[in-house]
DNA sequence: GTCTTGACTTCGG
DNA sequence: GCCGAAGCCAAGA
């Protein structure tokens, strides 16, 4: 089991309409870096699997991966599609949308 | 083997 | 509140 793995299954748990970010999955899995969450997501869509990291941004609430996903503004699109209202590439409401690992899993 | 590069975060100024 | 620097640690060159 390698970390990114144990990250995968961490956003796989987050609720649609809910929201988390990279150093708070760092923290839950003690990983020691957020920025290992964030090589484990560009790693995933060569898995093959289907993450939703759309739903995973950056401390600040701004969706810091964008550029990564395969077309311009998915990211944005999809959590859109959550009722996830989205301003200048950040989430609105982000502390109340924010999803927190450890109070929800173990 | 070292060096660079990040979907990041924190701290000092 | 906004920079710049540093800390972080796994790949890839």
């Not at 390698?2 to 748990?13: D, G, N, S, T």
């Not at 839950?28 to 870096?33: H, I, P, V």
């Amino acid at each position: 089991m390698h970390f990114y793995e144990r990250v995968y299954a961490v956003v796989e748990q987050i609720p649609p309409g809910r929201v988390t970010t990279y150093g708070l999955i760092a923290d839950f899995l003690a990983l020691g870096s957020a920025r290992m969450v964030g090589w484990a997501l560009n790693q995933s869509h060569k898995s093959g699997l289907d993450i939703p990291a759309h739903r995973v941004v950056n401390r600040k609430g701004e969706l810091s991966g964008r550029a990564h996903f395969p077309g311009e503004g998915v990211m944005q699109q999809r959590l859109e599609a959550e009722n996830i209202e989205i301003t200048d590439h950040r989430v609105k409401d982000f502390e109340k949308l924010l999803w927190i690992p450890s109070e929800h899993l173990l």
